[in-house]
């Protein structure tokens, strides 16, 4: 069965300070940060025993987080999604979402 993954763009030009007291806060912890390229990085974060899988375009300074129960904390964190910004969904597993994100920052 094929499981569709969704991605919601988050601005985060609002809220460029860290964030460690916000997710602490909210009780979001930060598993894994990579730098995929200079200008994309992908980080894991974990509330309660959910993995929440995010790519960050620092260009654009854009989040992309994947759309879980705790999005709205995400939100909270982060900044405000917006209906200007991309959702993508995907049934791509998170191994093979990686090379296409590496990809498209490769063509801006």
């Known amino acids: 069965m094929d499981v569709n993954t969704l991605f919601v763009g988050i601005d985060t030009?609002?809220?460029?300070?860290?964030?460690?007291?916000?997710?602490?806060?909210?009780?979001?912890?930060?598993v894994d940060l990579i730098e995929l390229s200079p200008s994309l990085s992908f980080?894991?974060?974990?509330?309660?025993?959910?993995?929440?899988?995010?790519y960050f375009f620092k260009?654009?300074?854009?989040?992309?987080?994947?759309?879980?129960?705790?999005?709205q904390d995400m939100e909270e964190i982060f900044g405000i999604s917006s209906?200007?910004?991309?959702?993508?969904?995907?049934?791509?597993?998170?191994?093979a979402l990686i090379p296409r994100w590496r990809n498209i920052t490769k063509k801006r």
């Open 83 to 95: 209906p200007d910004l991309d959702v993508s969904s995907t049934d791509l597993s998170h191994e």
């Open 13 to 30: 030009s609002i809220t460029l300070t860290s964030n460690l007291e916000k997710r602490k806060k909210q009780h979001i912890k930060r």
């Open 59 to 71: 260009d654009a300074v854009v989040l992309f987080v994947e759309a879980t129960p705790f999005l």
């Open 43 to 54: 980080a894991t974060y974990k509330k309660e025993n959910t993995i929440i899988r995010t």
